[in-house]
């Protein structure tokens, strides 16, 4: 938490942020990426490791996309997704409680 | 995100604690509370800055109560709440990318 209280603007982004995480599946995702080499991850590496439909995932993978924590890239037939660390840490950092 | 893939009950956990943060107007109280003198504060002094009722306030403040994140203590007429610094920054350690 700020030093200062959020505004009523600061507080709906970071909100809307938090949400996007606020899933257990997509936080399944997110450590599955962030475990694998690179931090970088194909659809095909990830629907058996959380037992869900390849759509499903995909789904949730957008999810994380739109709110800035994945990148996504289309390499041949797979996409591939990528930690963004500086959104994770900017998420971290907007909830660390101050000394 | 941990160096290994977070478990499905370790998500569970997660995801429980990072939804009663993922609202906008329990972001602010929890930054209202962080932001007062000794991290603690009054329903009194917290309903005029979010500009809503009593009783709607309370219910959030419950809902952060619940996940650890503030404590509540009656005295007098009032219920005061101080903020757990220890398990929002369990929140932020959860969420920091690895290096």
């Not at 603007?9 to 606020?22: C, D, I, P, Q």
């Not at 499903?56 to 994380?64: E, G, I, N, Y």
Request: aromatic share 4%; proline share 7%.
């Amino acid at each position: 938490m700020t030093a200062a209280p959020l505004t009523p603007r600061e507080a709906e982004r970071l909100a809307a942020l938090l949400k996007a995480v606020a899933e257990p599946t997509r936080l399944r995702l997110l450590s599955l990426v962030a475990a694998h080499e690179g931090q970088e991850a194909c659809v095909c590496d990830l629907t058996e490791p959380v037992g869900l439909s390849q759509p499903t995932v995909s789904h949730h993978l957008k999810v994380l996309v739109d709110a800035g924590l994945l990148e996504r890239e289309k390499r041949g037939v797979w996409a591939y997704y990528r930690l963004v660390p500086a959104r994770l840490g900017e998420l971290s950092a907007a909830l660390l409680p101050r000394a």
